[in-house]
């Protein structure tokens, strides 16, 4: 791969030489754009992403690509694919924070060379205030838990380090990693199986070294199920999860393979200080499956969705989920006395699942589907956003497509966010990115970069999963997590 930069203040010649410039003078120029993988034409990005990395959706021999920025400086690559240097991208885009860079590819293919259509990426004035991001990586496979894991991901490079692997463990099944509100010295996840466990931890807050690390038994006799779906309250001390009793069946025809659904489910509150569990016939009744709880920013509320229960599987397509909230006391670990409805899905006919609340406290993002929650199987599900100031919710078609989108999660500064989609080839779900401006506008989606995105997409066969951002790196210690898993020691 060869790179070359060129910088403003270089000789005209230079500057004024085209972007085929060591390319033969037959180079043939056509009006339309190039056809890149992945698309990042007419993207909007943070100025502290990893390098959009990019090749030609169809075979070449060569590509040709030059960036120049609005606000000065030039970038150059050829090869196989466009490479582009770390440094030397960082520094492009911090000289076009807020403007824009003009994308010219020419592309080689039986020894003729084409010239395509410039087009933009756009640099937001928006700071991606995190470090990275965390999610969950699994195979494609129902009944068994084959290989698995928790990775955190630098998004300033390509740097992917291993949280936890079940390989580590006796394959075990390993749940969403949740971290509050994007902090690493607080987070919980869930393993199944043997030694499943809930495990969590807290750290003090700018103490290095004191992360206690607490494994609470995998079912919680109390609530007569496992704890699965957290979110944790924004002072730390509370985490709410569902209890699920979950089944899947297979569909013989159309596009839809399995459905995932709960004969009963309900939302309880977990207490890490006292290690109690605080329960409320308000998210626990008998004739209704309550699911996917989250807390407002604030703290004063807990988000939830619920539908009547059906009679399963008969009725699975039946069972649609309105959007709830109920009043907090954190000072009393208590639930309020009356249960608001926020979308309702007997009058929208649809069903509502995985509500996540802006940090700023103006939005709530949420899934929609033609029933049930587990939407990541569902090709019609869409993100969706809810104006809490206004009460307006309407379909976030700037970022939807026609296959599943479906778990989204935002950034503090509530300005980014990053949800989970199909939308390349029905099978795998990656994970993308994209801003919200003032008006509650979103920008065009860019797929997570990866050095070389065509192969690394091409050969992998694993869904990326439960994805969200992460303030600082952690400091993983799987083999030391593996061996508290293997010894069944649990707190009750």
């Not at 791969?1 to 030489?17: A, D, E, G, S």
């Not at 006799?221 to 309250?233: E, F, T």
């Not at 009963?264 to 006292?274: P, R």
């Not at 209704?288 to 604030?298: H, L, R």
Request: net charge negative.
């Amino acid at each position: 791969m060869k790179r070359q930069i060129l910088h403003t203040l270089l000789p005209m010649l230079v500057v004024l030489m085209t972007a085929c410039q060591s390319r033969p003078k037959d180079v043939r120029q056509v009006d339309e754009l190039p056809a890149i993988w992945p698309d990042y034409t007419a993207v909007t990005i943070p100025a502290t992403i990893a390098p959009l990395n990019f090749a030609m959706a169809d075979d070449v021999e060569t590509i040709d690509v030059t960036v120049k920025g609005s606000k000065g400086g030039e970038m150059h690559v050829n090869g196989s694919y466009a490479d582009f240097d770390i440094d030397e991208w960082h520094e492009l885009l911090a000289a076009n924070k807020g403007g824009a860079m003009t994308v010219t590819v020419c592309a080689e293919k039986d020894g003729g060379w084409t010239q395509y259509r410039d087009f933009q990426v756009f640099v937001s004035a928006d700071e991606l205030d995190a470090w990275g991001i965390t999610y969950r990586r699994i195979p494609p496979s129902y009944e068994i838990y084959s290989r698995m894991g928790i990775y955190q991901r630098s998004l300033a490079d390509f740097e992917e380090t291993v949280l936890f692997e079940n390989s580590l463990t006796s394959g075990l099944c390993i749940n969403c990693h949740t971290a509050n509100r994007t902090n690493p010295d607080q987070y919980v996840w869930h393993v199944r199986g043997k030694h499943g466990a809930t495990i969590v931890s807290k750290s003090e807050k700018g103490k290095e070294n004191s992360e206690k690390l607490e494994l609470l038994p995998a079912r919680n006799d109390s609530i007569g199920g496992p704890m699965v779906y957290p979110y944790w309250h924004p002072d730390g001390r509370y985490c709410a999860f569902s209890t699920n009793t979950t089944s899947q069946m297979f569909h013989t025809a159309g596009r839809k393979r399995i459905e995932v659904y709960d004969s009963a489910s309900d939302i309880f509150i977990y207490d890490t200080e006292t290690h109690s569990v605080l329960k409320d016939t308000l998210t626990m009744r008998t004739e209704w499956a309550e699911n996917t709880p989250a807390f407002s920013p604030d703290g004063k509320w807990l988000y939830f969705t619920t539908a009547r229960r059906q009679a399963y599987p008969i009725d699975y397509d039946k069972e649609k989920y309105s959007l709830c909230r109920v009043a907090f006391d954190a000072k009393t670990g208590r639930l309020g006395q009356q249960v608001d409805t926020l979308i309702n899905a007997d009058e929208t006919g649809k069903s509502v699942t995985w509500p996540r609340p802006s940090y700023d406290g103006r939005y709530i993002m949420y899934t929609q589907t033609d029933y049930g929650y587990f939407s990541v199987w569902h090709p019609e599900a869409d993100l969706w956003l809810l104006d809490l100031k206004t009460g307006e919710t309407r379909p976030m078609d700037e970022v939807n497509s026609p296959r599943a989108e479906s778990l989204h999660n935002w950034t503090p500064n509530s300005r980014w966010f990053l949800f989970t989609s199909r939308r390349d080839d029905g099978l795998y779900t990656r994970i993308y990115f994209a801003s919200l401006d003032a008006n509650g506008k979103a920008t065009k989606p860019f797929l997570l970069p990866q050095r070389n995105p065509k192969e690394y997409y091409r050969m992998s066969l694993y869904s990326f999963n439960t994805p969200d951002f992460a303030s600082r790196r952690i400091e993983p210690h799987p083999h030391e997590v593996a061996r508290k898993i293997e010894s069944d020691k649990r707190v009750h």
